[in-house]
C-alpha cells in the first residue's frame, strides 16, 4: 500500500509545471472572470462613498469565484491526500468554514458578543438542517434511499451530541442559580460581576475539553487502532464509497500540489478580507429595519455566510435541470451516497470553532462565555435530535431531508419573534460597554 506521503509527493510520477498549474486554475471555471470584482469591492470598501448596498453587491459577487475555486482546490487535494485526509483538510479549510470563522472572529473584535453567540447558534444549525436537507431532497428525488458512512455516522452522533451538551450544562447551571436566589427568602443572587467571572472560567474549560475531543476524533477517524485501519476498509464502508478512493487514487491531478496549497492559503485570506467587509455592509441594513438581534443572527448573518455558496448550487441544480428537461444530454445516473459534509462542518464549528473564539476573547480580554439564551439551546438540541435520528441508519431519502428543510422554516419563524434574554446578555457586556450586545 502506497503511504500518504509517498501519494502526496506522487512518487515515481511526474510533476506538474507551476505555470501549467497557475494556467488550469485561471480557467477552472467561467465564475473565474469575477475575480476582477475583488479589488473593486475592495475600493468601495475603503473609499466609504457608496451606498451600502453597493459595498454588499460586490463584495457578494467577488466571494462566489472564491467559493468556486475552494471547491477545485478541494477535489485536486483528495487526488493528493485521498479522501478521508483530503475531506479533512477542505472541511477545515472550507470556503464556509473561513466565511463563518472570520464572521466570528470580526463579532468578538468588535464586543458584538450577544450577536456572535447568536451566529454561532445559527451556523450550527444552518448546517445541520438547511444544507443537508436540500441535499438529501435533491439527491434522493430519484433513488429510493441513499446511504452514509455508518462508523463516520455513529462517531458524528457522539460528537454532535457532546458539543450540544457542552452549551446546556452552562444553561442549567444558570437556571438553578437563578431559580434558587428567586425562592430564597434572603438576598443571595450573585453579582453580575461574580456570576460573569464563573461563566467565564467555566466556559474557557469547557472550550479546553472540547477542543481535546475534537483533536481527538481526528486521531480516531483518520488513524484508527489497528495496522492498515482506515475509515475506507471498515466493514461497513459503501461499496461506493470504496470505488469512489480506487477513482481518485487512479486519476492524475491537474494542479501541483504545492501550488496548490500556496492558492488555496491565498484564497483563504482574500475571502476572510471580504467576508469582512460584506458583514460591514450588513450593519446599517440591520439597523435600518425591524430585524432583531437575534433574528439577525440565527437567521440573517449565517444565510448570508452561505450566499455565494448557495447561489453556486442553486445554479448548477437549474442548469442540471433544464439540460434534462430539455433533453440536451441524457442526465446523470442518481448516486447512492449521500452528502452529509455540511454535518462535520457544523461539528467542527461546535467543537473547534467555538471554543478557539472562547480562547481568543480570552487572549484579547473580551468576556465571551458559553451561556447562550435557553431558546438558543433548545434549538440546537432539537436540531441535533432530528438530525441524529434522521441519519442514526446511516440511509436517507428526499422525505427526511423536507423534514429537516420545514424544521428550519419553523425555527426561522419562531425565531422572528423572539428579543432574547437580557439579563444573559448583560453577562457578555465588554468593560465601559453601555449596551448588551
Known amino acids: 500500500m502506497i503511504s500518504r506521503w509517498d501519494r502526496f509527493r506522487r512518487k515515481g510520477k511526474k510533476n506538474i509545471g507551476v505555470w501549467a498549474s497557475v494556467k488550469e486554475i485561471l480557467t477552472c471555471s467561467w465564475l473565474n472572470i469575477l475575480l476582477l470584482v475583488t479589488p473593486v469591492a475592495w475600493w468601495v470598501h475603503f473609499s466609504g462613498k457608496f451606498h451600502y448596498s453597493v459595498a454588499f453587491s460586490l463584495s457578494f459577487l467577488a466571494i462566489v469565484p472564491h467559493e468556486k475555486l475552494f471547491d477545485f482546490y478541494g477535489e485536486q487535494m483528495q487526488l493528493y491526500l485521498g479522501k478521508d485526509v483530503g475531506d479533512l483538510l477542505t472541511i477545515t479549510l472550507n470556503k464556509q468554514a473561513v466565511v463563518e470563522g472570520t464572521l466570528a472572529i470580526i463579532l468578538l473584535t468588535k464586543c458584538r458578543l450577544k450577536l456572535l453567540q447568536s451566529t454561532i447558534t445559527g451556523v450550527v444549525i444552518l448546517h445541520l438542517l438547511l444544507i443537508p436537507g436540500a441535499a438529501f431532497l435533491t439527491g434522493g428525488a430519484r433513488i429510493w434511499e441513499q446511504d452514509l458512512h455508518p462508523a463516520h455516522t455513529q462517531l458524528n452522533h457522539s460528537l454532535l451530541t457532546v458539543g450540544v451538551l457542552a452549551l446546556l450544562l452552562p444553561a442549567i447551571f444558570y437556571a438553578a442559580v437563578s431559580g434558587s436566589a428567586s425562592n430564597s427568602t434572603t438576598n443571595s443572587t450573585p453579582s453580575t460581576e461574580v456570576l460573569q467571572t464563573e461563566f467565564l472560567q467555566m466556559s474557557r474549560g469547557l472550550a479546553v475539553i472540547l477542543l481535546l475531543i475534537y483533536i481527538a476524533s481526528r486521531i480516531y477517524y483518520h488513524n484508527p487502532p489497528g495496522e492498515g485501519h482506515n475509515m475506507l476498509n471498515h466493514p461497513d464502508t459503501p461499496e461506493e464509497l470504496k470505488n469512489a478512493e480506487i477513482k481518485l487514487a487512479n486519476t492524475p491531478p491537474k494542479v501541483n500540489q504545492w501550488v496548490c496549497l500556496a492558492f488555496l492559503a491565498v484564497n483563504v485570506g482574500v475571502m476572510a478580507a471580504t467576508a469582512e467587509w460584506l458583514v460591514d455592509s450588513i450593519e446599517p441594513m440591520v439597523e435600518a429595519t425591524s430585524i432583531t438581534q437575534e433574528w439577525s443572527g440565527i437567521v440573517l448573518l449565517p444565510i448570508v455566510s452561505f450566499s455565494a455558496d448557495g447561489a453556486i448550487a442553486v445554479g448548477y441544480f437549474v442548469h442540471r435541470t433544464l439540460s434534462h428537461l430539455l433533453k440536451f444530454k441524457k442526465p446523470e445516473p442518481p448516486t447512492t451516497l449521500a452528502k452529509a459534509e455540511a454535518i462535520d462542518l457544523s461539528i467542527q464549528f461546535l467543537l473547534f470553532w467555538t471554543p478557539v473564539v472562547t480562547l481568543l476573547g480570552w487572549w484579547t480580554d473580551k468576556p465571551f462565555n458559553l451561556l447562550f439564551d435557553i431558546f438558543e439551546v433548545g434549538l440546537l438540541?432539537?436540531?441535533?435530535?432530528?438530525?441524529?435520528?434522521?441519519?442514526?441508519?446511516?440511509?436517507?431519502?428526499?422525505?427526511?431531508?423536507?423534514?429537516?428543510?420545514?424544521?428550519?422554516?419553523?425555527?426561522?419563524?419562531?425565531?422572528?419573534?423572539?428579543?432574547?434574554?437580557?439579563a444573559i446578555a448583560n453577562l457578555l457586556a465588554c468593560p465601559g460597554s453601555t449596551t448588551t450586545e
Open 381 to 422: 438540541i432539537g436540531a441535533c435530535f432530528l438530525v441524529n435520528y434522521v441519519t442514526q441508519d446511516a440511509k436517507t431519502n428526499w422525505i427526511e431531508g423536507f423534514a429537516l428543510l420545514c424544521f428550519y422554516t419553523m425555527i426561522v419563524l419562531c425565531t422572528w419573534f423572539y428579543d432574547g434574554q437580557p
